[in-house]
Structures are given as structure tokens and as C-alpha cells.
């Protein structure tokens, strides 16, 4: 399955940027899907992501009140809003799917997830 992340780029500390996430595979209302990143030097760590149902969210505690995860059914797309960036938010964000609306546990593992876009580059600057 092939995402297609977009959205990126270098932006000031305080600034927004809202990635987007398609698929022309994927139904995003039947399948859960969840942001991504990795930093330079870094592991990668869960962002946010949302259930089949779109109600129910989760954030990293690094993200929590600045960034957030949302579905456009009619377009297919899944977004990722973030406000108020800061340099540790650099990084490139991957977006990722399930298979269906089923997961295991919580939305922030990895596992959970089957299929990965390529990415897009973040940087923010101070």
C-alpha cells in the first residue's frame, strides 16, 4: 500500500504546518492511522494518531494541546495540525495505516501498523 505524505517544510519556532497523508489503496475511514517521526540521531517515536471512528485520538505528551490528527473521509486523507512548533519538533514525519479498524493495546505501536508513507522533512528553526 502506498502513502503519500506531504506538507513539510522549514518554518520559524511558533509557527504551523498542517501534513497531509493519501492513499489511493486505503479507505481512511475504515482503517486507524497514526503519525510518525524520527529526529536526527533519534529513534523514531509516535506523534498522534485516530481510530476508525475519528472520536478517539492519542498524542505523545510532547505533542499534547499543539498538535492534532484528523480525518477528512470525504477526501481521504488523514491530517496532522501543528501549531506552535518548536525546534524539537524537527524531524521527518511518516504516516502509517492498519490493515482495518482493528489495533492492539494503544495507537502508539508500531506494530499495529502495516503500511508506511516515505515521509516528509520538518524543520523548525529558532
Known amino acids: 500500500v502506498q502513502l503519500q505524505a506531504s506538507g513539510g517544510g522549514a518554518v520559524q519556532a511558533g509557527d504551523s504546518l498542517r501534513l497531509s497523508c493519501s492513499s489511493s489503496e486505503r479507505t481512511f475511514s475504515r482503517v486507524v492511522a497514526a503519525w510518525f517521526r524520527r529526529a536526527p540521531g533519534e529513534e523514531r517515536e509516535f506523534v498522534g494518531g485516530?481510530?476508525?471512528?475519528?472520536?478517539?485520538?492519542e498524542y505523545a505528551d510532547s505533542v499534547k494541546g499543539r498538535f492534532t490528527v484528523t480525518k477528512d473521509n470525504a477526501d481521504n486523507k488523514v491530517y496532522l495540525q501543528m501549531d506552535a512548533l518548536k525546534p524539537e519538533d524537527t524531524a521527518i514525519y511518516y504516516c502509517a495505516v492498519t490493515r482495518d479498524c482493528w489495533y492492539s493495546g494503544t495507537l502508539d505501536r508500531a506494530s499495529n501498523y502495516d503500511s508506511w508513507g516515505k515521509g516528509t522533512l520538518v524543520t523548525v528553526s529558532s
Open positions: 485516530i481510530a476508525c471512528n475519528r472520536d478517539f485520538t
